[in-house]
């Protein structure tokens, strides 16, 4: 084979593992937690941006 093709089987290979291994892991978390929802952080800290303090403006 030439090693171009060995360079992009390699690059698609590690992206499935990566993709695989992270998809393993959230449902690891979901189910430790009990709950597949997201997390309680991005559920709190969902409403818009705080204003700038003042002499920060940009």
Do not use: C, W, Y
């Amino acid at each position: 084979m030439d090693n171009s093709i060995l360079i992009i089987a390699l690059a698609i290979t590690t992206l499935v593992i990566v993709v695989v291994v992270a998809a393993v892991m959230r449902g690891r978390v979901a189910k430790a937690k009990g709950d597949p929802e997201r997390s309680s952080f991005t559920k709190q800290h969902g409403e818009p941006p705080r204003q700038n303090r003042p002499g920060t403006d940009h």
